[in-house]
C-alpha cells in the first residue's frame, strides 16, 4: 500500500482560486490551519502504537461482531450475510477510489479475473465454514482451534515450496493441539451437563471447524502459489476476492437458502432488526479496515511485530467471547486460552529465529514477497 502524504484535498487549501476580497492575513491564517491537521495526520499515519491498536480494535470487533450476527437461535441464512459483507467491501473500495483515496487499483482484468477464480472459491469457502463453526461453537474453542490452520498451513509449505519446520515450531505445534484438546475436552464436559440438543450443536460446530480448517490452509497456499504471477497490489486482491465471490453467493442463497417472508421475519425479528442489519455493513466494512491496518502495522512498524501481534490478538479475541456471550468459564476453557495464547506466541518467536538464520545463510531459491494483503489474508486464515 502506497504510502500517501500529500495528494489528499483538504478544504481551504490553496487550490489555485483566489478570493480577491479576503485580506491578507486571514487568507494566510486558513492556509496554516489545515497545514497543521496535515501534519497531525501525517504523525499518526506514522504511529506505530496507533496501527497496532487499530489492528487489534478491527479484528477484535470483527469476530465479536460476526459472532453476534450469526448466534441467533433462528439464523439460517449465511449465504446472504457473506454476500452483504462482499457488496459492502466492493462498494467500499469503489468509493474510496473515486474520493482518490486508493490509487493503486488497477482497471478490471477479465483474464486476471479468470485465473483468481479458483482463489475466490476458496475464500468463500473459508467463511462460510467459519461463520457455521462460529455459529455453533463460542468464540474461545473457536479462536483456539483456529490455531490449528497454521499447523495444516506449516506443513503444505514443506511439501509445496519448500518450507521448514523448526524444533521451536514443532513445540509450539504440540501445544496448540494440546489447548485444542483440553478446549473440546472442557466442552464436551460443559454440554453433556445441559441436553441432548446441545451435544449436537457442539458436534455441528466441530464438524463445521474441521472443514474450515481444511478450506483455509487450502485458501491460503493457494492464494501464496497464484499470487506470484498476478502483480496485485493489496487494494486489487480485495477488490478480486470481494467481487468475484458475490455473483456465485447470489446463485447459491438463492438456491439453497429459504427467502420467504417467514424465514426472513425469523432471521431479522423486529427487536433486533436495525442492529443485525448495522452489524453486516460494519463487517464488510471492518474487512476492509482489517486489511488496512494489517499494511499500516507492516509499513509502520515490521512484519515481525504485525506476526506478534497476530498472535497476542488470540487472548483478548478469546476473552471478548467470554465477556460478551454466555460462553462457559471453566477451568478448562480458561487453560486452553492461556495454552493456545503461549502457542502462539512460541510459533511467532520460532519464525523469528528462522527468519533470522535465513539472513545468517546465502539465498539458494528465489522466495517470492508477500504482499500485505496476503499477510493479512494469512492472517485472517488463522484469527
Known sequence: MSDKKSDDYYPGRDNGEKEHFIPAAPAFAAREAPAAVSDSLNKINQSPGLSVLAYCLSSISMTVVNKYVVSG???????????????????????????????????FDTEKAKKWLPISFLLLGMIFTGTKALQFLSVPVYTIFKNLTIIVIAYGEVLWFGGQVTSMILLSFGLMVVSSIIAAWSDVQHAATQSSAAMSTLNAGYAWMFLNVLCSSTFVLGMRKVIRKMNFSDWDTMFYNNFLTIPIIIVLTFLIEDWSSENLARNFPIESRNSLLIGMVYSGLCAIFISYCSAWCIRVTSSTTYSMVGALNKLPIAVSGLVFFDAPVTFGSVSAIILGFFSGIVYTWGKVQMKEQSKMSLPTTNRPVMSASAKSNNDAANS
Open 73 to 107: 437461535s433462528k439464523f439460517n441464512m449465511p449465504l446472504m450475510y457473506l454476500g452483504i459483507q462482499n457488496g459492502v467491501g466492493v462498494a467500499a473500495i469503489l468509493a474510496c477510489k473515486q474520493l482518490g483515496l486508493i490509487t493503486t487499483l488497477a482497471p
